[in-house]
């Protein structure tokens, strides 16, 4: 139990509509992570926070996507108008932040389908 | 830029063989490497990593990985497999440039009795 929790661990959506998925973090571990995981790939990263600012956002991450950390405790993930090339895994993971050669620590994940 | 390269998408050993996962990266400025396992239903967690301070790591559950930089490649091998062993491996990069983390598609390891 790496101590990251991800809500919902499941969740079927239409087309078009909104999803929001949440990232529950290990205290004192300030940087968070957000990954997409399609079948059969790596993890491909899409944004990381330093406590609440976020610092770099991937070209995956389009005008639909939006992350936020408020008072750099959770994080949410929002995707807009969802598209059935969206459906993936989407991971979060976090770091005590100090280089870059730090462990990861990675929730279960979010598995979203989009019909 | 970093990218990573995992040979093989499969491998399938029998239990007590020789598990050899390939894994070649490249990067610019001098790489920090990570081997993650990820098994069924489970979030990824780290087997172990190359921080530069011994070119052969050990790592949980009796696997290692060595750093060749001549090579650009951090092989993960394990003497003996066991049925548990059985998940999906990742591969994985970053560097002293900054904080994003590129992983390689993943090696799933298949064990026969």
């Known amino acids: 139990d790496t101590g990251v929790s991800q809500n919902p661990r499941h969740k079927i959506t239409k087309r078009g509509q909104n999803v929001t998925f949440r990232c529950d973090p290990i205290?004192?571990?300030?940087?968070l992570y957000w990954y997409r995981q399609t079948l059969g790939q790596g993890p491909e990263f899409l944004t990381y926070?330093?406590?609440?600012?976020?610092?770099?956002k991937s070209r995956l991450l389009s005008d639909r996507f939006s992350a936020e950390r408020p008072k750099g405790s959770f994080s949410t993930l929002e995707i807009q108008r969802t598209e059935q090339g969206d459906s993936a895994m989407y991971l979060c993971?976090?770091?005590?932040?100090?280089?870059?050669?730090?462990?990861?620590?990675f929730g279960p994940g979010t598995r979203l389908l989009v019909l | 830029a970093q990218s990573v390269t995992q040979l093989g998408s499969h491998v399938s050993v029998s239990e007590g063989a020789l598990v050899l996962l390939r894994c070649n990266y490249s990067?610019?400025?001098?790489?920090?490497l990570f081997w993650y396992v990820q098994y069924p239903n489970q979030g990824l967690q780290l087997l172990l990593k190359?921080?530069?301070?011994?070119?052969l790591v050990k790592g949980i559950n009796g696997f290692e990985a060595e750093f060749k930089k001549s090579e650009t490649s951090f092989h993960l091998t394990k003497p003996s497999a066991h049925m548990s062993d059985a998940a999906e491996y990742f591969c994985?990069?970053?560097?002293?440039?900054?904080?994003?983390?590129?992983f390689g598609a993943g090696t799933r390891l298949f064990v026969k009795a």
């Open positions: 993971a976090q770091d005590r932040g100090d280089s870059p050669q730090e462990t990861q620590y």
């Open positions: 205290s004192e571990h300030n940087r």
């Open positions: 926070f330093q406590n609440e600012a976020q610092l770099e």
């Open positions: 990067s610019s400025v001098p790489p920090y």
């Open positions: 190359y921080t530069s301070a011994a070119t």
């Open positions: 994985a990069v970053t560097s002293t440039g900054g904080f994003k983390t590129i």
